[in-house]
């Protein structure tokens, strides 16, 4: 059994960590609940445009650059993690996901853009990183996403890459964050058999089709970038909110079990002194 000093130093040591975590896990809230806010006030807005604009069937006649559909041979990937740790297996699971896709993707020129520190030091050492946007994560703004997804799409429609795909936590609630790996660009065509039982719009479209259209498809994938990083974000704080009350948890089951340790400890200590003095009374009356 350990020492009554070993006992006291572990009980400080975990108590100061519990102080730690559950101060983490307060700002973590906070800043998770200004996150949870923006992704529900962007999400309508985003699926609502994206619902006008599958409403316009594409073809020959209405296209965009943005739809265009080529033979795969340079692929850009983004990859959404975090500027900072201890959120569980947030970052871990965003890094290995992006790690078999460029696997699959091993005959085909791949190059990486990152947003976030844990995912910018992991895949710069491949050689394969293009460019890291670390600071959009701390306060992102539509203008400075938006200027990240111009980009993009530039490259795109430039011919410097036949697809881009973007790996991210989608938010679901603060213990749930959903793996994706969303196609951002070719445009995705929409669902040739639509759902019976779904109602759609009458819309009028002016002045026409193809207008709106190659108007309202970059704005759209603007707004789905935005909306990308702004569910990565409240996933990153919900996951740490989440692996910090795990963590104060734990803290509180350990400083149970090292005060019944140290209960135990002094116990024994005191029966030993006592009979150490019973003992020296007898040998001393004998």
Known sequence: MANLKEV???IASVSSTQQVTSAMKMVSAAKFRRAQNAIFGMRPYATQLSDIIAEIPVDEEIHTPYHTTRKVERVLLVVVASNKGLCGAFNANVLKAATSRIDQYADKQVDIITLGKRATEQ?????LLRASYDELLDNPTFDAVAALADTIMSDFCNKRYDR??????LFKNSLTQILTNEQFLPVAPANAKPDKNTTHADYL?????????????PLSL???FYRIILDSVASEHGARMTAM???TDNASELLKELRISYNK????SITNEIIEIVSGSEALNN
């Open 164 to 169: 881009v795909e973007i790996i991210y936590n």
């Open 265 to 268: 400890a002094r116990q024994a």
């Open 205 to 217: 479209f002016e002045p026409s089709k193809e207008d709106i259209l190659r108007t309202m498809v």
């Open 222 to 224: 603007r707004s789905q």
């Open 245 to 247: 009350q795990k963590a």
């Open 123 to 127: 895949f710069a050492k491949r050689g």
């Open 8 to 10: 006291r130093t572990r």
